[in-house]
């Protein structure tokens, strides 16, 4: 296996342990907030699908620093100028923002969950699309879908962990 | 050129394995049910080596452009602004080691008296958050100047 074949391998596992991670952060938080508080064995629960998150955001970046070091020493340095690049550089760094911000208790849960979740997704459909469609689209046409899908994203998972509590109830 | 190839990308890698720790190490410090020193050490000691031998690193295959070589990039227009570049680059690594430094003897020595005093655990939070913001930094310029 070439050196491109590994990094799209690894790239690929760290976006399947990320975009998994975080589907079942969701998961699980909305579960565990059903009665308001998140006991001990959820919490357990949690925190290990953190760690596997994380996991996920290592090999992805890596792998992705990887990518722009293979293309700087191939001579394709132009890829490295590419606006889609910079539009997922950017939602990395949104999800890496993020994780601080959650840790310090410094964003709610609505904004958090949702920054989290639809960051990973977007930079999963950037990722799988990026050979195809989206290597003609300018940064904010990446980012403004983006930033809506995110103002949706923080409703609808409010909505659902609203609807889950007074089913419990 | 294959041994320079080598060079900066061990160079950008441990940076970027420095960023990694530095980022894991203010997780730590900002968990609202504290932490210990150990965790910390753990932490902060690889980011430093790491650091340091980036550093080390990147003085032996920074050297060559003060020799005259070529770069990586062959296109004209961003070989202009090479020897800037580099030039801030370079200026660059030497605070961040004693950055990295700083944040390690520190731990080292009140580690343990990070849960109790509030202004020392921000003072080292605003220390680390700056390491891995200069070390983000060096790990982008890295890529795009050679």
Do not use: C
Not at chain 1, 79 to 108: D, E, F
């Amino acid at each position: 296996m070439d050196i491109y074949s590994s990094l799209v391998v690894i790239h690929i596992l760290g976006t399947i342990l990320g975009v998994g991670g975080a589907t079942f952060i969701e998961i699980f938080l909305t579960k565990s907030l059903r009665d308001g508080k998140v006991d001990a064995t959820e919490g357990g629960f949690l925190k290990i699908t953190f760690i596997i998150v994380r996991i996920g955001l290592v090999l992805s970046l890596f792998s992705g620093i990887g990518f722009l070091l293979l293309y700087k020493f191939s001579d394709q340095a132009f890829r490295i100028y590419n606006p889609v690049l910079w539009a997922k550089l950017s939602i990395i760094a949104v999800i890496i923002i993020n994780a601080l911000l959650l840790q310090a208790h410094k964003i709610s849960l609505y904004w958090g969950s949702s920054l989290s979740l639809v960051s990973w997704y977007f930079a999963f459909i950037i990722g799988a699309l990026s050979q195809g469609p989206f290597i003609f689209y300018s940064y904010t046409d990446i980012i403004i879908p983006y930033i809506l899908s995110m103002i949706v994203g923080a409703f609808v998972l409010e909505r659902i962990r609203i609807f889950f509590k007074k089913t419990t109830q | 050129m294959t041994k320079l190839i080598i060079l900066v990308t061990i160079h950008i890698f441990l940076l970027l394995t420095a960023g990694m720790f530095l980022y894991s190490f203010i997780l730590i410090l900002l968990n609202k049910k504290g932490t210990n020193k150990k965790s910390l050490l753990r932490r902060s000691v690889p980011a430093f080596l790491a650091i340091l031998i980036s550093y080390f690193i990147g003085i032996i295959y920074l050297s060559p452009y003060y020799l005259g070589k070529e770069g990586f990039i062959t296109d004209a227009s961003i070989n202009a602004n090479i020897p800037q570049l580099v030039f801030i680059r370079e200026l660059l690594l030497i605070p961040l080691v004693i950055l990295a430094f700083f944040v390690m003897i520190s731990v080292w020595k009140y580690g343990n008296k990070v849960n109790e005093y509030v202004k020392y655990k921000a003072s080292l939070l605003t220390l680390s958050l700056i390491t891995l913001f200069v070390t983000t930094i060096l790990v982008f310029l890295g890529i795009f100047i050679p």
